[in-house]
T-cell receptor
Framework: DAKTTQPNSMESNEEEPVHLPCNHSTISGTDYIHWYRQLPSQGPEYVIHGLTSNVNNRMASLAIAEDRKSSTLILHRATLRDAAVYYCILRDRTGSQGNLIFGKGTKLSVKP | NAGVMQNPRHLVRRRGQEARLRCSPMKGHSHVYWYRQLPEEGLKFMVYLQKENIIDESGMPKERFSAEFPKEGPSILRIQQVVRGDSAAYFC???????????FGSGTRLTVV
């Protein structure tokens, strides 16, 4: 399975933008880039996913490098509620890979 | 839409007892996944099921653990003869198909005393 590399932790100030990087140099042409996050004592929740083009939704934006070997999850204005572990995961778009494989993720701390 | 429902939220068992964890997927979702998260560790895949079928159980311990997803009713993760090392949060997720993202439940926190 193609792997991802993320920093172990990051800090942000409240109401400032946050850029969470992810490297996936062995990504294949059929891999989607998925982001999930896990708030303390909760199950993971879906954030966003993309293939080639940048994506926006109400939670975040996903910026994908032209060569697709890296991506960045952007939280436009961090809130205290955004403190969580963020996971970047590759998922084959053909559905041949049945399960999501979670790495260690990036633990985001948000300071008031 | 009630989302993925897991129960109980908290479960305490003595060593040697059985633990049954239930997961009701979202309406219309026929794919169910179970994950385990040990304290201060990441999520580890356990098993992937579709209705009445186990598709991938490569993450399940070989003994004492079993899972099912019957035609009617919730998916059940069963742990026989629990040991202290089974204490963890167990999360269930569902999806309508493998190409889609997952919706996770809030988890069952198992404590073995």
């Amino acid at each position: 399975d193609a792997k991802t590399t993320q920093p172990n932790s990051m800090e942000s100030n409240e109401e400032e933008p946050v850029h969470l990087p992810c490297n996936h140099s062995t990504i294949s042409g059929t891999d989607y880039i998925h982001w999930y996050r896990q708030l303390p004592s909760q199950g993971p929740e879906y954030v966003i996913h993309g293939l080639t083009s940048n994506v926006n939704n109400r939670m975040a934006s996903l910026a994908i490098a032209e060569d697709r070997k890296s991506s960045t999850l952007i939280l436009h204005r961090a809130t205290l509620r955004d403190a969580a572990v963020y996971y970047c995961i590759l998922r084959d778009r053909t559905g041949s890979q049945g399960n999501l494989i979670f790495g260690k993720g990036t633990k985001l701390s948000v300071k008031p | 839409n009630a989302g993925v429902m897991q129960n109980p939220r908290h479960l305490v068992r003595r060593r040697g007892q059985e633990a049954r964890l239930r997961c009701s997927p979202m309406k219309g979702h026929s794919h169910v996944y179970w994950y385990r998260q040990l304290p201060e560790e990441g999520l580890k895949f356990m098993v992937y099921l579709q209705k009445e079928n186990i598709i991938d159980e490569s993450g399940m311990p070989k003994e004492r653990f079993s899972a099912e997803f019957p035609k009617e009713g919730p998916s059940i993760l069963r742990i026989q003869q629990v040991v202290r090392g089974d204490s963890a949060a167990y999360f269930c997720a569902s999806s309508p198909a493998t190409v889609y993202g997952y919706t996770f439940g809030s988890g069952t926190r198992l404590t073995v005393v």
